[in-house]
């Protein structure tokens, strides 16, 4: 019997590809020898875009900055809970500037808590949120000590997973939240002790295979019944179907030279529950 599936409406922020190109390497899937192209990078996104309203989702966008090509990956630029923010804080040079932008943009609109953090964390890049938890990548770019922190700031209990393959150098690569108590994963991603905490949280998790994983399929996006991913993860869009919910294939392709994809793109704002008559 097929699950009924919800979806739940989102309110996401997003960056414009503006200025996408790939100049330098900081993860195995980006090589400044390959011509890239920013007007088809910004076609593509601008396809992401507009399925996200049409699914009935709130999408906020940030400004460009000029000089900051990764900033597209909006989901690295902090994790939001409950309207408390955790600003990141990137272990590569290249991308340090992000987090001042991203601070501005929440400091501007008034979020109850904007903390630049101390410890080096690259936000929804390995910070998942499920639930009343919060699932944490560590291994490639966020420091394990940060966990503690996003702890403490965010007010969730965090789970630390480590990673292991540089492929997947982000927990969202590798693993999608599919609703608060579901999730999608590659096992291959993750040390042997990950792989038993992920068993015993989710042991009916969707296990991916690696040509799924290889492309992306993992750095996807849940509404509770729609799932984008992207479309070349075939195999994968057909046993979400299997489950009840409703694949949605996207091409991002020019993106993914940078190392990312549909998750990539998509920092999901979290609001706190409104109170009783609907104030926050």
Known sequence: MTTQRTARPRHYLMCRPSHFTVTYQINPWMDPAKPTDT???VLQWERLYALYQELGHTVELIDPVPGLPDMVYSANGATVLDDRVLVANFRHAERKDEAAA???WFEQRGYQVVHAARHTNEGEGDYLVAGDRILAGTGFRTDLAAHAEAEQVLGAP???????????YHLDTALAVLDDGEVM???GAFSPESREVLREL???????EEADAEVFGLNAVSDGRNVLLPETAGNLADRLADRGFTPIGVDLSELLKGGGSVKCCTLELRHAPAAPGGAR
């Open 39 to 41: 007007a088809l990078a």
């Open 102 to 104: 991203y601070q501005a």
């Open 158 to 168: 965090v789970v630390s997973l480590t990673l292991v393959d540089p492929r997947f």
């Open 185 to 187: 994963y590659y096992p």
């Open 202 to 208: 989710y042991p009916d998790a969707l296990l991916a």
